[in-house]
């Protein structure tokens, strides 16, 4: 959400931007998988923000006359072994799920976002040390720092945003100091300084309504792939301790569970399913929209074409 | 610049990456919350001791103390870490301290290793058949379903996947296949598959791309005046060039995959590198722990020298850097 | 005409697009004789490429032949099945293209590039191919034919590379070479060279060429004869004399004043006012018509046809005699110095000498 204002923040500044907002959201129109998917998503936020008000329950309370309930009017989602009513456990997943992966989205954004500005504007050692860095953290996938910044840190929603957060910020600082080296030495540029510009005005006027297009991409991509990585973590017994709930602790035990309460599979693993696939329709569709270059030569431009494996690969790398 | 040259300065590059990340794994588990023991197997025994023999509790403490080197300052103890774990010395772990380390991963590195490769491997050998056909029937029925399809399977990671193998293979069709174990080459099967469903969807759209792209260069409509068959045309022209293309693509897709095999050895119950990580995370087993994020770390670093040199040897125009 | 190699009849070519049909060929008619040297001149976009692919049957994406024949050793090619036309090419008809680098397979060497074709055609065997191969790398000028058999496209320089080109498109000595702009991506002295090597070779084999060129200089040097194409219709046709004495079309007089020699000053030269246009519709008048000065309201109203002028010479134009008398003559003022005395005689031997002559310079 917060990203979502930062891009409108653009167009208030620099005016000159609105027909060419206007024109990404035509272009975002026509892609009807991106618009299910923006549907599905607001879908999810609005009730990750009311869900613990609209949650029969609360997440951590049990009800062992009921457990392992299969799915019934008083509970939709069946119950699990304790007792907790999966419906709760979902929606408060839901508030989790989105505390966690915005704030950490938003972390890397932040953090990538300023060091890749560092290293592209002032170049040199602070260019060199930052680039080994990331070069480092694209080597090795992100989830191996996580794992042990959870260990270090702890199992409550704090310590696991920082954890997921903290090593995704390799992704952002490459595209931003590409931006500005591609833009620095930009036509564009040049034509602006030779008429005067300030160095200041070039940035605020030039760089940050293309750098802000494509990091807002970026973090489009991000949301989901930490969501991934959030579940990630608690399949390998690291992620939210219960009793705070969470997707991954609800796929990660349906999968002992399936056997016998298959309920308590169908429910949280459908809906975390849905909102991955409506977050990547979302942003590919945003990608389109907001850089409609990067889609040339073909329907699957160069940065679709095996976006996910570049992205989930070596994204945030350790 | 000469291969020996090359992968001399690979093989530095490789080192420094390597080091670095046991020496930021030791130091996070060290600065992490609880002595060093604390959470592993032997922690009960040693806090159930302190109390009953203050004096047996602190002979052990210092005999494990030096053993693991526990002692000395903090930079020898990372410089010593990253020096033994480099020359393959991992001692013994904190779970299990009368089985080497080294004897855990021989059992458990080939598991977590087939998984991979198979995954990759089959990934190939469906994804690019299946997008040298939708480039061919490009805006075709045939073309959108197979994009559609690859781009849910892009979205969906393998363990969500998993669980729903384990669903329909153990709830709605039981004994066709085992959905648990390791050991016989049934139960290989769904774990590939689910690890696999992912790549073959990324493989695919990405060999669509580039076929498409590669069907429309003009060496391809040389080889057509040249009066080529049009099968080899497409085989030897088009989709021998966007090969290229795809290798650079395999070594972020297998990071992920080994990512991946930590997961759906989970839900499996397979009893590869990716449980020895789970556990040992779980427990706070330093030694264990910081061992397979190397030796997976290793796997991958590994395979991206495998995946530069195998793009060197497909395109005569890269020069090794 | 029945001894016509290649006989070329009303082709017509649509390209769908999103904004619409794009009318790129309009009833295109030529032919090429056993051993004729043919030049087909024009702007980009004026359907000269795509005519010539199209009878290849090497269209690419949403181009379609919506009409003609195109008749090959009796065969129209525009009815062959894929299988059978890929017979036809690179073993009867060769071809090259503009640009040598994007056209040469960047992952395969050079020496394999050449043996294909000979290979997919069974022209010879696997060793006999890879002799050919060596002595074609030799007779088109690359030295060191054994070393460079190995050598890959981006380990030449843009003139080998087009030598490679032509060495592919003669291995099974097609007797029509099909060169579609291949001095344009070149420097002006390897094209010299390059234009050269193609009459070398011509006279060797005894081929047939068919030479697509915007270059006008480049098609009166070697052509035995000239068409002349604009919005996908030939506008004139005439053998090599005619063309540069008596040009009867206003389009190609005024292609002819827009050439830049040496020592042209700008105020000789007389630019054709306008672009080339794309035509979203079939033709309905001159299509050159609004470039045009000799405009009338007939012009505006009827497509002229293609009509024989004199023996051999045939225009497009409703006024053509009238242009042929009052301005022809001064069209044919630039050519003229290079037209009369001895070069035309030297001209008149044999279209490729003057390049012939250069060559033995540079040699």
């Not at chain 1, 979302?282 to 992205?311: C, F, S, T």
């Not at chain 2, 990071?255 to 449980?275: C, D, K, R, Y």
């Not at chain 3, 242009?323 to 005395?341: F, K, S, W």
């Amino acid at each position: 959400m917060a990203a979502i204002t930062a891009t409108a923040g653009v167009a208030v500044r620099a005016p000159r931007r609105h027909s060419q907002l206007s024109l990404a959201w035509r272009r975002y129109k026509r892609n009807r998988l991106a618009l299910a998917g923006a549907v599905v998503v607001f879908v999810y936020l609005v009730l990750g923000l009311i869900g613990p008000w609209v949650a029969p329950q609360n997440y951590a309370t049990t009800n062992f006359l009921y457990a392992n309930h299969p799915p019934s009017l008083r509970f939709p989602f069946g119950t699990d072994n304790l007792g907790h009513d999966m419906l709760s456990q979902v929606l408060w997943s839901m508030r989790n799920a989105i505390e966690v992966t915005f704030g950490a989205s938003l972390l890397s954004l932040v953090i990538g976002v300023v060091l890749g500005l560092w290293a592209g504007m002032r170049g040199g050692l602070a260019d060199m040390v930052i680039m080994r860095l990331v070069d480092f953290m694209f080597a090795i996938p992100g989830f191996f720092l996580s794992l042990f910044l959870v260990v270090a840190m702890g199992y409550t929603i704090l310590p696991v945003l920082l954890a997921i957060g903290i090593p995704g910020w390799a992704q952002y600082a490459r595209l931003v100091r590409g931006l500005v080296l591609g833009m620095r030495n930009g036509e564009m540029v040049e034509a602006a300084r030779a008429f005067g510009a300030s160095r200041a005005h070039i940035a605020r006027l030039y760089l940050l309504p293309n750098v802000a297009n494509s990091v807002f991409v970026a973090f489009a991509f991000g949301v989901p792939f930490d969501l991934i990585v959030m579940a990630g973590l608690s399949v390998v017994g690291l992620g939210l301790r219960p009793p705070l709930p969470s997707f991954g602790n609800m796929i990660a035990q349906a999968g002992t569970n399936v056997l016998g309460y298959p309920w308590l599979m169908y429910f949280p693993a459908a809906i975390f399913a849905v909102i991955l696939i409506s977050f990547l329709f979302v942003a590919d569709g945003l990608q389109e929209a907001l850089n409609p270059k990067a889609d040339e030569g073909g329907r699957i431009g160069r940065q679709r074409r095996g976006g996910r494996a570049r992205r989930l690969g070596s994204r945030g790398a350790f | 610049m000469g291969l020996v040259k090359y992968l001399t300065k690979r093989f530095f590059a490789i080192l420094v990456t390597i080091s670095l990340v046991l020496a930021v794994g030791y130091v996070l588990i060290y600065i992490s919350p609880g002595t060093f023991y604390s959470a592993a197997n032997m922690g009960q025994g040693l806090s159930q001791l302190q109390v009953s023999d203050p004096a047996l509790y602190t002979q052990y403490l210092n005999s494990l103390n030096s053993r693991y080197g526990l002692n000395q300052p903090l930079i020898e103890q990372v410089g010593k870490y990253v020096w033994h774990s480099l020359s393959f010395n991992f001692g013994t772990s904190f779970q299990n301290p009368s089985v080497p380390i080294v004897h855990q991963l021989a059992s458990a590195l080939p598991i977590s290793a087939i998984l991979a490769f198979g995954a990759i491997g089959l990934a190939v050998a469906l994804g690019v058949p299946l997008g040298v056909l939708a480039a061919l029937k490009r805006n075709t029925w045939l073309d959108s379903a197979l994009t559609s399809v690859s781009m849910v399977g892009q979205a969906i990671p393998a363990f969500v996947l998993a669980v729903l193998l384990v669903l329909v293979f153990g709830v709605w069709f039981p004994g066709i296949l085992p959905v648990s174990g390791w050991g016989n080459f049934g139960e290989a099967v769904l774990p590939i598959v689910a690890l696999s469903a992912g790549n073959v969807a990324v493989v695919t759209r990405y060999t669509r791309g580039s076929m498409v792209e590669a069907l429309r260069q003009d060496y391809v409509r040389t080889a057509e005046a040249k009066g080529i068959p049009y099968r080899r045309v497409v085989l030897r022209h088009a989709l021998r060039n966007s090969l290229v293309a795809l290798v650079t693509v395999i070594g972020p897709t297998f990071a992920f995959t080994v990512l991946s095999t930590v997961w759906v050895e989970q839900i499996f119950t397979i009893p590869g590198l990716g449980t020895l990580l789970a556990t040992a995370f779980q427990n706070k087993d330093v030694p264990m722990s910081i061992t397979s994020v190397y030796i997976l770390s290793l796997l991958i670093v590994g395979m991206n020298l495998v995946v530069d040199l195998l793009y060197r040897v497909m395109d005569p125009r890269v020069k090794l850097e | 005409m029945a001894e016509d190699l290649l006989s070329v009849e009303d082709l017509r070519v649509e390209f769908e697009r999103s904004d619409g049909t794009v009318y790129a060929v309009n009833g295109v008619d030529f032919s090429v004789a056993p051993g004729e040297t043919l030049g087909i001149v024009g702007e980009s976009g004026s359907g000269k490429s795509v005519s010539v692919l199209s009878i290849m049957g090497l269209l690419r994406g949403n181009g379609q032949v919506t009409g003609g024949t195109a008749k090959f050793m009796g065969k129209d090619l525009l009815k062959l099945r894929r299988r059978q036309l890929e017979d036809i090419r690179g073993r009867d008809i060769g071809m090259i293209f503009q640009d040598p680098m994007s056209s040469l397979n960047p992952t395969m060497r050079i020496g394999d590039q050449i043996m294909e074709g000979m290979l997919a055609h069974q022209y010879t065997n696997h060793k006999g191919a890879f002799n050919r191969a060596l002595q074609l790398l030799e007779e088109v000028g690359i030295p060191e034919a054994r070393a460079r058999f190995r050598s890959y496209p981006h380990e030449f320089s843009g003139g080998m590379r087009q030598r490679a080109m032509i060495a592919m498109a003669v291995a099974c000595e097609p007797q029509l070479l099909i060169a579609d702009e291949p001095t344009t991506a070149v420097d002006v002295t390897v094209q010299t060279q390059i234009l050269v090597l193609l009459r070398e070779l011509q006279q060797k084999q005894r081929m047939s060429v068919v030479l697509i060129t915007h270059d006008f200089g480049v098609a009166t040097n070697v052509c035995d004869r000239i068409i002349v194409m604009y919005a996908g219709k030939v506008m004139e046709s005439a053998p090599l004399a005619d063309f540069l004495a008596r040009p009867a079309h206003p389009y190609t007089i005024g292609l002819r004043r827009s050439v830049i020699e040496v020592g042209t000053q700008a105020h000789q030269l007389k630019a054709i006012p306008g672009v080339a246009t794309t035509l979203m519709a079939p033709p309905h008048n001159c299509p050159f018509a609004e470039r045009c000065q000799w405009v009338t309201d007939l012009c505006r109203a009827e497509v002229p046809e293609l009509r024989p002028l004199s023996d051999g010479h045939f225009v497009a134009c409703h006024r053509a005699e009238e242009v042929l008398a009052e301005a022809g003559a001064n069209g044919a003022e630039r050519a003229a110095p290079r037209g009369d005395g001895a070069s035309a005689s030297a001209r008149s031997r044999g279209a490729w000498s003057q390049a012939g002559d250069e060559a033995t310079l540079h040699a």
